[in-house]
């Protein structure tokens, strides 16, 4: 039955899968670059964690939706019908890049005497400049808003709410949706955003939360595209045998 | 019993043999039918990747051999029709030689739907009883009843008249006429369940009009006597047997009828699918003009139609008409300008573009061409032999009374050489 | 800092309750490995002779199923389930996309491809998922006079407009850096898996119909590859294998439904199926799972909770082709 001509293609791949197990653990990005990432490993025989985009990187394929996923806990909800405890998110607290690096300091959750503890748009200087980079000018509120209006004042490892309660990074969604309402009811109810696993209303769901998704730092830099930052595409189709280009789609009328 | 025996011994020893011409023609075809054995196995091995067909063009060469080959197996209907409703002499007289090669253009059918099939070794799937045969819903278990059931109506009518011809006994009237009359409504049945094939779906613009089917048919009273002039004609010069002038001039008569008719519709498509010019008119444009650079069928579609104008042209003057020689010219013309306009030319713009907007091209390849060849040289294997089989009987030379191991047993009968039905 | 709980659900544990549920689990590969030549003839024409999988008994169908797990698991040289999970009562799949979040990033095609088990490679590359790109198109004012006939006067017809939203006209091979592109929007096409669906309607035996919870599945094995429900599919869903499938040993997903994602064989229509074997084991289809934006959602249409039915109560939704009476089950929204 076999061609012999699949052979040498057997035996190349099987020389790449050798080659992959001793290579660095793969690690792939799950909705947008910069945002949650994902190490490649086995969790079964013949069953990996994820499958990924060998042209772009992305996870293209779940093998277990729950995976390092922990309850989001309580949501304040009144018309969203979702299953308390069935609701999980992967937790992002201990994955954002700046927490360990300043160790001790502001990030613990308390804040070292003698900085700064009020509320007032300022100008950081030294400070966090690689992702804001003017804090006077945050492109995201249209000049309403600064860092301390969604970053706790003095619990650097929060995000705050109006009363200034702390907010865990885990559950940005109870930030966001103070302003942005409208989206937040659609969200709540599985109409916007990302969603995996089970998909029956009663299910488990692993909901991707508003920061996983959005870069709330620059929401309104000009590189977008309808809103959208932008992707690299995965490979388009082969065109059909006979053909050789794809010209004649562009150059149409 | 005996005489049947001795009718298959008769008729098989009478076909195989015959004259060095005879034999050349025999292997000229034997030669393509081992290209479309090699084809088949190709097919069979590793599926139809040798093929041109893509995901956006899935039908292509084989399906439209197998449409035009459904008009030339209806066309048979235009002998059938005239000889036994009008009771045309001439035609009445060779009237089953129009059943020869309905039977031989039905079972081509077969053999294009078997190129054209992924799991030919699965047809028995559409067996009923072992298999589904999804009535009343699939339009092609409908299409397979109707051509199955033509080519046996044109089996039993054509062999009966032919047996009967070969022991010399009366045709059974009560039997033979209603399985003639069966058998026209039938012939009309059969291409019109293939336009209904395509007709009846509206993924399709190209082909989703209520035109198709009487167009279908007329197009096939077009090509179908075509290529039964041809034969007559030949039949005449080659063979003993004489069909007689009248014969030739009414399938004319019908060619040139059924062409002009064919050419209006024609005509009406192009005003009604270009005046609006709406996205369903893209296969059309495709197929004239060409649509992004893609021209592939342009020229098949022009020199169609120039063909057939001009085929159209010969038949209309009676003085061109019945010149023979320019008589066989037209008839080629409209058989081949036929088998453009409804084979490729139709197929191929009703998958250009995809139902979602894509372009691509068809072209197919040599084992594609080579196995469509195939095809017909064994087509026109099986109607040789048929009509080689059914002229000796019309000629007598196939006969129970000179049988040679039935000399003794009909003469004793005393029966007459030839039945005569009215 | 909420401690981490125990897992839920898992993907494991849908696999154990497919596992369980064949006979195959008995059976170990390595035997199978092992198996002699006349039993695997055997086995092949026992595959050849079977019937159409819809009328077969629950034996039979078991039946079936084990002996695709011997192939399958000898030829792909892992341990390969395939499922029969029927269809659930009270369930109708559906299927929504938001048309406005669709960014043509194509990685639904391509999750597609690695769950269903499609063929790959350049000599036959198969996708279930058609992204489309359409221009927005330009009304410019330089040519609102170039109309026909021109200098005239009066214009029978103008030429200031380029199509906008039009799905013929759409781009199927777009290959640019970074989606989105300025000045494009994006329309993914796949099965819409109707409730009236002109391919089952077509199809000479029956081998290509409706399941009770929605989807139009295909039993590959009674396929006899007549290619009538790609001509009769409005929606350009289904794909031929024209040669038997590539699909490389270690791409292959052993987690396999008899009418979904099991392997193909040449000659055989396949398409779209919801990912039935993983929505009739509760889980989300691979596409809308990977969607970067979430512009895909699924659920079930007789669940008013579910995240389709609030869609449609909720949003504006409209289905392709409506026009064609195929009432999909797929439906295309915006916010």
């Known amino acids: ?253 | 019993m005996d005489k049947l025996k001795r009718f298959a011994v008769d008729y098989v020893t009478y076909v195989v043999k015959g004259s060095p011409a005879f034999y050349a023609w025999i292997a000229f075809l034997c030669l393509f039918i081992l290209c479309l054995l090699y084809g088949t196995y190709l097919h069979a091995a590793d599926g139809l990747r040798y093929t041109g067909l893509t995901d956006q063009v899935h039908d292509g060469l084989y399906l439209a051999n197998f449409v035009f080959l459904v008009g030339i197996a209806a066309g048979a209907v235009t002998i059938v029709f005239p000889a036994y409703v009008y009771r045309h002499k001439g035609l009445h007289a060779v009237a089953v030689l129009g059943e020869m090669l309905a039977i031989s253009a039905v079972l081509m059918c077969i053999l294009f739907i078997i190129s054209h099939m992924g799991r030919p070794d699965r047809l028995w799937h559409m067996l009923p009883i072992i298999g589904i045969y999804n009535l009343p819903h699939s339009m092609l278990a409908w299409d397979t009843l109707v051509l199955i059931g033509y080519m046996l109506l044109n089996f039993v009518g054509g062999f009966y008249f032919l047996y009967m011809k070969y022991t010399g006994q009366p045709l059974n009237k009560k039997f033979y006429l209603p399985l003639i009359y069966v058998s026209i409504v039938w012939a009309l049945s059969i291409h019109t369940v293939t336009a209904f094939l395509l007709n009846t779906m509206p993924s399709r613009p190209m082909w989703h009009h209520s035109m198709l089917p009487i167009r279908f048919i007329l197009t096939a009273f077009a090509a179908g006597p075509s290529l039964i002039i041809l034969i007559f004609l030949l039949v005449r010069t080659r063979t003993r047997l004489w069909i007689d002038n009248s014969a030739i001039d009414l399938l004319a008569t019908i060619i040139t009828y059924c062409l002009g008719l064919s050419l209006f519709l024609t005509l009406s498509e192009v005003v009604t699918e270009l005046y609006a010019n709406t996205e369903h008119a893209l296969g059309l444009q495709y197929l004239m003009f060409g649509v992004h650079g893609f021209t592939d069928l342009v020229p098949w579609f022009w020199g169609s139609l120039a063909a057939c104008v001009a085929a159209f042209t010969i038949l209309l003057r009676p003085s061109w008409r019945s010149n023979y020689r320019l008589l066989a010219v037209a008839c080629a013309l409209a058989f081949s300008g036929i088998w453009v306009e409804k084979g490729m030319g139709l197929l191929i713009p009703g998958f250009i573009p995809t139902p979602i907007g894509e372009f691509t091209q068809y072209l197919p390849t040599t084992l594609e061409i080579f196995v469509t060849l195939g095809n017909w040289a064994l087509g026109f294997l099986i109607l040789t032999v048929l009509l080689k089989g059914a002229i000796g009987i019309l000629l007598g030379d196939i006969a129970y009374a000179k049988s040679p191991q039935g000399k003794t047993t009909s003469d004793a009968a005393g029966i007459s050489a030839t039945p005569e039905l009215m | ?335």
Not at chain 1, 48 to 70: E, I, R, Y
Not at chain 3, 304 to 330: D, G, M, Q, Y
């Open chain 1, 1 to 253: 039955m076999k061609k012999p001509a699949f052979l040498p293609a057997v035996l190349l791949l099987w020389f790449v899968s050798l080659a992959n197990a001793w290579a660095e653990p793969v690690k792939c990005f799950e909705s947008r670059k910069g945002a949650s990432e994902v190490t490649q490993r086995m969790i079964g025989e013949d069953l990996p964690n994820v499958k990924c985009s060998p042209k772009t990187g992305a996870v293209l394929w779940w093998g277990n939706p729950f995976d390092g996923t922990v309850p989001m806990g309580d949501m304040p909800i009144q018309d969203a019908d979702y299953t308390r405890g069935k609701a999980v998110v992967k937790p992002r607290s201990d994955k954002l890049g700046l927490l360990p690096l300043c160790g001790n300091s502001c990030h613990t959750g308390s804040l070292p005497k003698g900085f700064p503890t009020s509320k007032d748009a300022r100008e950081l200087v030294m400070m966090h400049q690689a992702i804001v980079l003017d804090s006077t000018k945050l492109p995201h509120g249209r000049g309403n808003i600064w860092c301390l209006d969604c970053h706790h004042s003095t619990q650097r490892n929060k995000l705050v709410d109006h009363r200034d309660k702390p907010i865990s990074f885990d559950q940005p969604q109870q930030l966001c949706g103070k302003c942005h309402g409208e989206v937040y009811r659609d969200w709540r109810e599985g109409i916007h955003g990302k969603r995996i696993g089970e998909w029956a209303s009663t299910g488990t769901k692993r909901w991707f939360v508003c920061t996983e998704c959005h870069n709330p730092h620059n929401v309104q830099h000009g590189d977008r595209n309808r809103g959208f930052a932008q992707h690299q595409p995965e490979k388009a189709p082969t065109l059909p045998k006979g053909m050789k280009t794809a010209d004649h789609e562009r150059q149409k009328h």
């Open chain 3, 1 to 335: 800092m909420e401690a981490p709980v125990e897992k839920p659900n898992s993907r494991r544990s849908f696999l154990k309750s497919a596992g369980s549920l064949s006979i195959s689990s008995l059976l170990g590969t390595a035997a199978l490995m092992t198996m002699s030549d006349d039993a695997r003839a055997n086995m092949e024409w026992a595959e050849w002779f079977q019937g159409n999988y819809r009328l077969m008994s629950e034996e039979e169908k078991a039946l079936a199923r084990a002996r695709l797990e011997r192939r399958y698991s000898r030829e792909y040289g892992k341990k390969v389930v395939v499922d029969g999970t029927p269809a659930q009562e009270g369930v109708l799949m559906g299927y929504a996309l938001n048309i406005k979040k669709c960014i043509g990033c194509r990685r639904c095609a391509k999750a597609c491809v690695e769950e269903n088990n499609q063929s790959r490679g350049k000599d036959q590359e198969i996708e279930w998922i058609r992204v489309l790109k359409m221009e927005k198109g330009e009304f410019s004012q330089e040519k609102m006079n170039q109309g026909y006939p021109e200098g005239l006067g009066i214009q029978v017809g103008g030429n200031a407009y380029t199509p906008v939203g039009d799905v013929l006209e759409g781009e199927h091979y777009y290959q640019p850096d970074a989606v989105p592109e300025k000045d494009a929007a994006y329309m993914p096409i796949a099965c819409m898996q109707c409730e009236k669906p002109p391919c089952v309607k077509v199809c000479p035996v029956r081998t290509t119909y409706r399941e009770a919870d929605g989807p139009v599945v295909i039993d590959y094995n009674w396929c006899i590859g007549c290619r009538m429900c790609m001509s009769a599919c409005p929606y350009w869903a289904r794909r031929f294998n024209w040669s038997d499938p590539n699909l490389p040993k270690e791409a292959m997903n052993p987690v396999t439904h008899y009418l979904g994602n099991r392997p193909r064989m040449k000659g055989v229509v396949e398409k779209c199926t919801f990912c039935i074997q993983r929505s009739r084991q509760g889980r989300y289809p691979a596409c809308v799972e990977v969607c970067p934006t979430g512009a895909r959602k699924f659920g079930n249409l007789l669940d008013p909770n579910s995240e389709v039915s609030r869609i449609i109560a909720r949003k504006n939704v409209f289905r392709l082709k409506a026009e064609l009476n195929t009432f999909p089950k797929f439906f295309y929204f915006m916010d």
